[in-house]
């Protein structure tokens, strides 16, 4: 899976790299629907990023894989067959996934920088962000999606920063996704008001 499809942006796409992207981008796409089928697809795209970040020396992206396995898996029985039906965090929850994602940052930032990870402090931002809104998004809240576009936003710039020119561009797309499924997801809240 290491054999180069082809090259963009002077950069060899993998096939592996390229199976991942496009299955991700499946799944993150039908997470915007709110549809239950997301799950298996992002399931699928974690496995195959798992092995990427790991060849990577993104370990804490590689690690993160394994949450959105176990997410998946959660979200798929959690979300029942219609689907999720979005709400609302309360305040006090949204101030607790604050404290946690910068508590976590001091934490790991400091484990990433001494095993020589090929990125720190935003690998950590990556890896935490990703944790809390994927666990508030299993939960079917809105908020997921703001934090996601942080996250999002964030991987762009670290894989383009790294040379990954095909996941910066990836993420550069969700990033995009999540400003449309914040929005779809805060109205399909407030029509149930």
């Not at 959660?74 to 101030?95: E, N």
């Not at 942080?150 to 670290?158: E, L, N, P």
């Amino acid at each position: 899976m290491s054999t180069i499809l082809f090259t963009a942006w002077g950069y060899g796409v993998s096939l592996l790299e390229f199976i991942a992207a496009l299955t991700s981008f499946i799944g993150v796409g039908l997470g915007v629907t709110a549809k239950r089928i997301t799950w298996p697809w992002w399931a699928l795209s974690s496995t195959l990023y798992a092995v990427f970040f790991y060849q990577a020396d993104l370990f804490a992206s590689a690690a993160l894989q394994f949450v959105f396995i176990a997410a998946a898996i959660w979200g798929w029985f959690g979300w029942g067959p219609q689907g999720a039906k979005p709400s609302k965090l309360l305040a006090r929850h949204r101030a607790q996934w604050s404290a946690a994602l910068v508590l976590g940052m001091l934490v790991l930032t400091p484990v990433l920088i001494s095993i020589k990870a090929a990125a720190t402090w935003s690998d950590a931002f990556i890896f935490l962000g990703s944790v809390i809104a994927q666990l508030i998004m299993v939960y079917e809240k809105y908020e997921s999606w703001p934090l996601w576009f942080a996250v999002d936003a964030v991987g762009t710039i670290q894989f383009a920063a790294l040379g990954y020119w095909f996941t910066a561009v990836l993420y550069l797309a969700f990033t995009v996704i999540a400003v449309v499924g914040w929005k779809r997801w805060y109205e399909s809240h407030r029509s149930t008001l």
